[in-house]
């Protein structure tokens, strides 16, 4: 059984591409995620760049820890879009070899127990290989 979205309306799967769903807000003319209900709707680009990051080394409360089994650290960090907004998730590393501020950073989804959810992993360039 294929994992279901841990929330509707977040994220757009294209299949080589996945865009975050954001909105005009409410109250102004800026972006929020997640977005918020009857507000215009923007996909946000699949890339952009990391803004900044931490690693996660210790298992956070439920309900946001959703892991099966034992906790493994994890890395945690702002991704900035071109559209203008900086979005908070999962990175697929916490390797500081692997992420530079300011480095590119590609929307994936990824699966925590039963759930699919989006987090961000560094896009490898050729000078990267």
């Known amino acids: ?14 299949g080589d591409t996945v ?3 954001a909105s005009t807000s409410a109250v102004g003319q800026s972006l ?10 923007v996909p ?6 990391l803004f900044t990051w931490t690693s996660q080394e210790f298992p956070p409360p ?5 892991g099966t089994g034992e906790f493994t650290r994890y890395g945690v960090g702002y991704v ?3 559209e203008g907004i ?5 990175l697929t ?3 500081p070899e692997a992420l530079t501020i300011g480095g590119a950073m590609r929307t994936v989804l990824i699966s925590l127990g039963d759930v699919q959810t989006f987090a961000f992993e560094p896009v490898r360039t050729e000078r990267d290989r």
């Open 93 to 95: 590393t916490c390797d």
């Open 62 to 66: 439920a309900p946001p820890y959703v």
């Open 80 to 82: 900035e879009f071109p």
């Open 1 to 14: 059984m294929a994992a279901k979205p841990i929330a509707e309306n977040l994220y757009v799967d294209h």
């Open 19 to 21: 865009h975050l769903l």
């Open 32 to 41: 929020v995620f997640p977005a918020e209900a009857n507000e215009k709707v």
């Open 44 to 49: 946000v680009a699949s890339e952009g760049t």
């Open 86 to 90: 900086l979005i908070e998730g999962i």
